[in-house]
């Protein structure tokens, strides 16, 4: 009989500033070093997705579907 530890939970919080102009009051959003823009998906899913496609050679199809199982 073996117990199975119960996974570790960790949280991650990616914050974007976001500034309004003085003159024009239109608001504009910074981006971190390692973000995209307009990504939706953080720097450790971003390297989860390179590795399968470089290096497994996983096709993009695939590679979509494993991360809709993986954060659904």
């Not at 919080?13 to 009051?25: A, D, K, L, P």
């Not at 608001?27 to 450790?44: V, Y």
């Not at 979509?64 to 199982?69: I, Y």
Request: charged content about 25%; some cysteine.
């Amino acid at each position: 009989m073996a117990d199975i530890p119960e996974p570790k939970v960790e949280w991650h919080r990616y914050r974007r500033h976001v500034y309004r102009c003085r003159c024009c009051e239109h608001t504009c959003q910074g981006r971190g070093d390692l973000e995209l823009p307009g990504s939706h998906i953080g720097p450790r899913a971003r390297l989860l997705t390179c590795y399968s496609r470089a290096h497994l050679g996983i096709s993009l199809g695939k590679t979509e579907n494993l991360l809709h199982d993986f954060f659904a």
